[in-house]
């Protein structure tokens, strides 16, 4: 078997709470799907059979009494609880199912909306033989508002710094804004051997990592790393150009200690010295005007793919999230999923929904059993499952989308309605 | 035109000459071991079987030889227009195996349409049919007497030859390749049914290819096999996936290299290699083999050397006898593979670069051409032996090879020049000695290498500077070709375009209805030009390389 596949799906939600206080953030529906049908889907579409889905007893009771979870995802799910105390981080996860896993894992996040060709991923994982490497794409504008805020206010974003080679696949720096206090400082190892780089702040990490085998050995044994975007992408970045690798130093305990950490990393498969013949005999180099071989003679490598054009999401704050309603549909339309009603391109209605006359629909997302009354009018809107929708109500002028969920009746916004 | 193909025939003559002399020679030999096997009561061995068949096809061939002397004058020079087409053809090729070295295979070949193309079309007509109607009287006569034919494609090859006397009209019966047949519509169709029978993606050719070479692949490397195949592989082992992408995307690239990494990745096939039930391994491995022999041959059509080494290993792994367990059979099979690589590559590397620093002298200026792991480490241990000499590395476009054989070099402390090839006759007059890798050594003596040989041995020669050809007998292949045109590789035509200044000139080059890119990988060059091949067994000249195969195939 090549690659195993994990789903994290115990995420809090932590910056969309008003939506999360009641569902939890897997299950939230985008285009009357929820949230974690489509890193599923992604998945099925590119072949995998098996998932092993790491989430909480909560979204397990929700994913079995689901009929789209259990109709449209083929795939054999292998769901493994955790408690939902939010102490685990993702790497926590991975350690906790480290027996599961028996070859190289792709870890993917229940928040990624995307239409990525996974095969570029994997193939700079394949063919370069590296630890790491992760998809990252070029961040678009949210073209539409949040709902409760008033203005185009930004929320002070914590910024990536990510830093490339030349060519654009060879990831040499990652750091988070909150991380440098000083400033950013670049080793001069680093330049030495790429003195080429391109730091790019703009980019969105998909959170889909294809991970050696040897990594989750390695976070067996060093407990302390517990996030793997936060902790330990950053340090695999880091160990590419760490002294100890290339270099083998035993002078004492200490020293001894790091070399086995790093030699762990570096488990090599049998006949290592079969593909290091084949190396030296093969005339090609990653990299021309300095005297080094191919890599550096670097054994770990990180690399990225970064996409230019196709949808990538992340659905973690609530901007994201109604992005997401909307484009969603453009994403389906695009391969044949069965939606029940299409009026126009960009609405998406869902079962048993009762559409009053005089309705005037436009971009929204209508959830199952949702009541539209008489007359309404709705933009851009998204009417969450059994909501109903009054006619001759309030009139409000704010332009903002309506977001319902819940069985309550309240009604944050409307754009207009008559 | 017409002299061309008579100075061919003349040469034919001479190799027939030559070659029928020896086979006759071999024939007598061997004619008493087959009546005391006969005698014995034991059964004849397939060698013998094959020398039998041949002696009657022989004696069969003389009887019409004098037949037929009488229409000679419009048939030579039909026959010799269709050898100066059909020798370059590769001879028979089996349709299971597409690795371009030849396997004893069943040839139940139909004549191929080519043959009678290159017929001059003033020739009346009449002959031809006549010709036509022969050759199926004496198919049918010779299907029916021998079921079961079989030839070595060496033999073969010297039967076509022998058949160039212009009363003979034997059946010429040859298979085409299918990677050079890639115009033809039928042959893709096959390619692909096979392809979807074993589940691989076929790969579709990419761009306008030149029409002199529209017969071959052309692929691109932005558009990789792995798009359609599934994420986590099945059908296909991973390490043969990531083989595949490694040589797509020219991370192993080179001859040995590419066959070490092939045969790295086969023991890890071996090794999570389970029999299943009610199966035999030797018959069982090798057809688990073969969707992934196929597969790396879409990633990249596989070399000689490539070809000879699963040839190798098929046969190693058919050796296996039934009785042996899983478990020794894997272990038998991996020691074999690793014996292969230790005598074949390494070892052989290392008495070619003993022999060869006999030839480099002090004070010696040697060009070598682009990156041949080979001949760089042959310099390595001139070096170390203490010879004082300097490099001139000559490169070309669009690989730039020559700028890791220099790093590699200068790494050591070699003084090295480097230059493009378009200056290769303005540095010749420093030169004392050039040495050139190969890709193969083909059966008539013709070097195969990286596109640009043959024009540093032609310069050479015309500077009298001697080449050298340094190669290992495992790169030797039995086909024949006398030009770069029947068979090569066309690489991806987007890596001609270079960016300068930020402006990439070719950039719309597909828009540009009468513009065709070009990138040529390989080219072959005459034994003329070559002075001394250097390989493991000996230091032989060019045209000696039949020999070698000769005594290989007596030894297997």
Not at chain 1, 380 to 388: E, F, I, P
Not at chain 1, 392 to 417: D, H, M, P, T, W
Not at chain 2, 138 to 147: D, F, L, T, V
Not at chain 2, 427 to 451: C, D, Q, T, W
Request: aromatic share 6%; net charge positive.
């Amino acid at each position: 078997m090549e690659l195993q596949a994990v789903l994290m799906a115990a995420g809090g939600g932590s910056r969309m709470t008003d939506l999360t206080y009641n569902t939890p953030k897997p299950m939230l529906p985008v285009g009357n799907k929820p949230l974690m049908w489509y890193p599923l889907n992604l998945l099925e579409r590119v072949g995998f059979e098996e998932v092993i889905v790491i989430t909480t007893k909560e979204v397990q009771k929700m994913m079995s009494t689901d009929p789209k979870m259990k109709q449209e995802v083929k795939m054999k799910l292998d769901v493994v609880c955790i408690q939902e105390d939010g102490d685990m981080g993702t790497a926590d996860a991975l350690r906790y199912i480290q027996q599961k896993i028996k070859t190289d894992v792709l870890v993917v996040s229940c928040d990624l909306i995307s239409d990525v060709a996974l095969h570029e991923v994997v193939d700079l994982f394949r063919a370069h033989n590296a630890t790491l490497a992760m998809l990252m794409s070029k961040a678009h504008e949210f073209t539409e508002t949040v709902p409760g805020q008033k203005g185009k206010k930004k929320t002070a974003e914590q910024r990536d710094f990510v830093g490339v080679d030349q060519s654009g696949k060879r990831l040499l720096f990652m750091a988070n804004e909150a991380d440098l206090e000083d400033g950013l400082s670049v080793r001069k190892s680093i330049l030495r051997k790429h003195p080429r780089m391109h730091i790019k702040t703009g980019l969105v990490d998909a959170h889909l990592y294809c991970l050696k085998k040897a990594v989750v050995d390695f976070l067996t044994e060093n407990k302390s790393i517990s996030s793997i975007r936060g902790e330990l992408v950053p340090l695999l970045v880091r160990k590419q150009f760490s002294k100890t690798l290339s270099k083998q130093k035993m002078k004492d305990d200490s020293e001894d200690q790091t070399q086995k950490k790093n030699d762990e990393l570096l488990i090599s498969s049998r006949d290592e010295s079969l593909l290091q013949l084949a190396q030296e005999r093969s005339c090609w180099n990653d990299h021309h005007g300095d005297m080094s071989e191919a890599y550096h003679g670097g054994k770990l490598r990180c690399y990225v793919h970064i996409m230019d054009q196709g949808l990538c999401y992340r659905v973690n704050t609530l901007a994201a999230y109604i992005e997401a309603n909307r484009l969603v549909s453009q994403l389906l339309s695009l391969r044949c999923s069965c939606m029940s009603l299409f009026f126009s391109f960009t609405i998406n209605i869902a079962m048993n929904v009762q559409l009053k006359c005089l309705c005037s629909i436009q971009g929204s997302v209508i959830c199952s059993n949702a009541v539209i009354g008489r007359g309404a009018d709705l933009k851009y809107c998204l009417v969450g499952s059994g909501q109903r929708i009054e006619p001759e109500g309030e009139k409000r002028q704010n332009k903002q989308a309506e977001i319902k969920l819940g069985s309550e009746i309240s009604v944050l916004n409307f754009f207009s309605i008559q | 035109m017409i002299f061309f193909k008579e100075v061919i025939l003349g040469f034919r003559y001479w190799v027939i000459a030559s070659g029928w002399c020896f086979f006759r020679r071999n024939v007598n030999d061997r004619q008493d071991d087959i009546e005391r096997a006969k005698t014995e009561g034991k059964e004849l061995t397939k060698e013998e079987k094959q020398r039998l068949r041949k002696e009657k096809k022989q004696q069969k061939k003389n009887k019409e030889k004098k037949d037929e002397k009488a229409s000679q004058g419009s048939e030579k020079e039909k026959k010799s227009g269709s050898l100066a087409a059909a020798a370059p053809q590769p001879p028979a090729k089996s349709t299971t195996v597409k690795t371009p070295s030849a396997v004893p295979a069943p040839a139940p070949v139909s004549v191929p349409s080519s043959l009678e193309a290159p017929a001059p079309v003033d020739k009346p007509s009449k002959t031809k049919a006549e010709l036509k109607a022969e050759r199926r009287a004496r198919q049918e006569a010779e299907r029916a007497s021998k079921p079961g034919k079989k030839g070595e494609p060496g033999q073969q090859a010297a039967s076509g030859k022998q058949k160039a006397p212009p009363s003979e009209l034997q059946p010429v019966i040859k298979r085409l390749p299918e990677h050079i047949q890639v115009d033809n519509p039928d042959v893709l169709k096959k390619l692909a049914k096979k392809l979807e029978r074993q589940q691989i993606p076929l790969r579709l050719d990419y761009g306008y290819k030149v029409s002199l070479f529209s017969h071959l692949h052309q692929y691109s490397r932005k558009a990789p096999l792995t798009q359609q195949l599934s994420i986590p592989s099945t059908v296909i082992h991973p390490a043969v996936v990531r083989l595949g992408l490694q040589y797509s995307q020219g991370i192993v690239a080179g001859s040995n290299a590419r066959s070490v990494a092939l045969l790295h990745a086969f023991k890890q096939v071996i090794r999570d290699y389970i029999t299943p039930p009610n199966e035999e391994l030797s018959r069982d491995l090798v057809n688990k083999l073969k969707p992934y022999i196929s597969f790396l041959n879409q990633c990249r059509p596989l070399s000689a050397s490539m070809g000879n080494a699963i040839k190798y290993v098929k046969k190693e792994i058919s050796n296996i006898s039934s009785q042996c367990k899983e478990e020794e059979a894997k272990s038998k099979l991996l020691n074999c593979i690793e014996w292969y690589i230790k005598e074949k590559i390494i070892l052989a590397a290392k008495a070619i670069a003993e022999s060869s620093i006999e030839k480099i002298n002090n004070e010696d200026v040697i060009l070598v051409y682009g990156c041949s792991s080979l001949v760089n480490h042959i310099l390595f241990e001139a070096f170390e032996k203490g010879r004082k000499f300097r490099v001139i590395v000559v490169d070309s476009r669009p690989r730039l090879e020559g700028r890791e054989a220099l790093r590699r070099l200068v790494q050591r402390g070699i003084s090295c020049t480097y230059v493009l090839i378009s200056a290769v006759s303005y540095i010749l007059p420093e030169v004392s000695k050039v040495f050139l890798g190969a890709h193969a050594l083909l059966a008539n003596g013709y070097v195969m290498s990286r596109v640009g040989t043959s024009q540093i041995a032609l310069v050479a020669r015309a500077f009298n500077v001697p080449v050298l050809v340094c190669c290992e007998t495992y790169k030797f292949c039995e086909r024949v070709q006398t030009d770069s045109f029947v068979s090569n590789e066309l690489d991806d035509p987007d890596d001609l375009m270079v960016t300068r200044n930020g402006k990439t000139q070719l950039e719309s080059w597909q828009e540009v209805p009468s513009l065709g890119l070009l990138n040529l990988v390989y080219d072959v060059t005459p034994p003329d030009f070559v002075d001394l091949v250097i390989t493991e067994l000996g230091m032989i000249p060019c045209t000696s390389v039949p020999v070698v195969l000769r005594v290989k195939n007596v030894d297997q």
